[in-house]
Each structure stands twice: as structure tokens, then as C-alpha cells.
Nanobody, 127 residues
Framework: QVQLVESGGGLVQGGGSLRLSCAAS????????MGWFRQAPGKEREFVAT??????????YYVDSVKGRFTISRDNAKNTVYLQMHSLKPEDTAVYYC??????????????????WGQGTQVTVSS
């Protein structure tokens, strides 16, 4: 059974930092892209960041609003992906989801390009 389990969310003051983790089990995801999405109340799920997998893995892509503040990384030996978040803003408040991409998609941005999803972790940034 494939599972993605996020952790590391919480309440933080504006300007603070958090590191989210996503531990995968049931299969290895080293050969596919791993991504982070978020969904704020009343809004659609939004792409945040992705990192490619496979032989040319390690490339990253971010939504403009988090560039320079968030960093995605992965530890294939631990089957885990991370999202380091700095300089957090109230508008970063959302439920954050990790996802494993479908084979063949290098840096996917669309939800439909991901095959497995975690249950989400809440990030709340106070002003």
C-alpha cells in the first residue's frame, strides 16, 4: 500500500520558518518527480514546488510567489521529500500536500500529473 505522510506543519509568526517532510512508503519514488501543493480556505489547490527524479533528477521548479523563500529537496535513501520554508507570510497559510508524479513527467505543475497524494499538513502564519 502506497502512502505519503506529511509532517512539520504548525503555527508560526510571519517571517518565521518551517520545514515540511513527506515520508513515502509502499514503493520507491526515486524515479519520479515529487511535488508540493497547497490549498488555502476557499481557494483551489495551488502548485508550490517540484523536483525531478530519475537519472537526471534534482532539477527544481517553483511558483513565483515562493521563489527565493522555499526550497524543495529529497533524500531518496529515506524515500522522503522536504519543503524548507523561510520568510513565511500570512498568505502562505494553507494545507500543504506532497505528491508523487506520474512516470514521464519531469517537472509537473498540474495536479493531474501526480499519481499519489498525502493527507496534508496545516501551515498557519500569523501576522
Amino acid at each position: 500500500q502506497v502512502q505519503l505522510v506529511e509532517s512539520g506543519g504548525g503555527l508560526v509568526q510571519g517571517g518565521g520558518s518551517l520545514r515540511l517532510s513527506c515520508a513515502a512508503s509502499g514503493r520507491t519514488f526515486s524515479n519520479v518527480a515529487m511535488g508540493w501543493f497547497r490549498q488555502a480556505p476557499g481557494k483551489e489547490r495551488e502548485f508550490v514546488a517540484t523536483m525531478s527524479g530519475g537519472w537526471n533528477g534534482g532539477s527544481t521548479y517553483y511558483v513565483d510567489s515562493v521563489k527565493g523563500r522555499f526550497t524543495i529537496s529529497r533524500d531518496n535513501a529515506k524515500n522522503t521529500v522536504y519543503l524548507q520554508m523561510h520568510s513565511l507570510k500570512p498568505e502562505d497559510t494553507a494545507v500543504y500536500y506532497c505528491a508523487a508524479g506520474r512516470p514521464g513527467y519531469r517537472l509537473p505543475e498540474r495536479s493531474n500529473d501526480y499519481l499519489y497524494w498525502g493527507q496534508g499538513t496545516q501551515v498557519t502564519v500569523s501576522s
